[in-house]
């Protein structure tokens, strides 16, 4: 395990990393999860080319730690990262997110170029959406206000997502979780889309076989590959790690 000072109150990002040579691969979770359960099968694969990856955590999940005077929107998630990924001599990675950690990953391409060279996001977070009360995931936590869902909003919120996501998003720091869940409903301006759209680097729309993006001709005309994997549900890594592997084995370097 590593870990960075990312934020003036001392708080650190961490990560578990496997060795290997550059370029670099960095995993990025998604709402309520952390990067190496969800990752470490793939990024371990026999598959894929063992280059140096980088499982990692955001502030406020997981194994990083939890400011609370962090914002926890996906400009500030985007830096924090960005600061990790420099003092730990990365430059030129392939990144690969997962749902909101996608949109992470679209503002950290767009604001810090020279530390992405390659971005495959994974069903990932594009448009903003409303919040929605009783949905299961970000749109329900962002339907709470803050003090609400500190105070007893996130019992209902564990009992809707069920035992599997909340074995990580119980490490959440719950207002960093709520704070990020409000921006990802919020989106960026331009939205996560227009910024990746936008990128000059190779870039990839993961999504389970069947549920294409709404957006998904748009993406292609713009130059983003849009590639459908079977078998899979939004935890395509989990779902069909495979699958996954032997994608990841097409698109990078």
């Given at each position: 395990m590593h870990d960075a000072i990312v934020h003036h109150s001392g708080a650190r990002m961490r990560?578990?990393?496997?060795?290997?040579?550059?370029?670099?691969?960095?995993?990025?979770?998604?709402?309520?999860?952390?990067?190496?359960?969800?990752?470490?099968?793939?990024?371990?694969?026999?598959?894929?080319?063992?280059?140096?990856?980088?499982?990692?955590?955001?502030?406020?999940?997981?194994?990083?730690?939890?400011?609370?005077?962090?914002?926890?929107?996906?400009?500030?998630?985007?830096?924090?990262?960005?600061?990790?990924?420099?003092?730990?001599?990365?430059?030129?990675?392939?990144?690969?997110?997962?749902?909101?950690?996608?949109?992470?990953?679209?503002?950290?391409?767009?604001?810090?170029?020279?530390?992405?060279?390659?971005?495959?996001?994974?069903?990932?977070?594009?448009?903003?959406?409303?919040?929605?009360?009783v949905q299961p995931g970000g749109s329900g936590i962002a339907s709470y206000t803050e003090e609400a869902f500190v105070a007893e909003g996130w019992k209902e919120v564990r009992d809707r997502v069920g035992p599997h996501w909340w074995s990580t998003m119980r490490l959440a720091d719950p207002r960093g979780l709520h704070r990020t869940a409000v921006s990802l409903a919020q989106g960026t301006t331009p939205t996560m889309r227009e910024l990746l759209q936008a990128l000059p680097i190779p870039r990839a729309y993961l999504h389970p076989e069947g549920q294409a993006p709404a957006s998904a001709e748009e993406l292609r005309a713009s130059g983003v590959e849009v590639l459908g994997i079977p078998e899979s549900g939004h935890n395509i890594m989990l779902d069909n790690p495979e699958a996954f592997a032997r994608t990841l084995m097409a698109l990078l370097p």
């Open positions: 990560w578990v990393e496997l060795p290997g040579p550059d370029p670099a691969r960095v995993y990025v979770h998604g709402l309520g999860a952390t990067s190496a359960p969800y990752y470490a099968e793939v990024a371990a694969h026999p598959l894929l080319p063992r280059n140096r990856s980088l499982l990692i955590d955001l502030l406020g999940f997981g194994i990083s730690d939890r400011p609370q005077d962090f914002a926890y929107t996906l400009e500030a998630h985007a830096d924090a990262l960005a600061e990790a990924l420099r003092k730990a001599g990365v430059a030129g990675a392939a990144v690969i997110a997962h749902s909101m950690g996608g949109a992470v990953a679209a503002v950290l391409a767009a604001r810090h170029a020279e530390l992405v060279a390659n971005l495959i996001l994974v069903d990932a977070n594009l448009d903003p959406y409303p919040p929605i009360p």
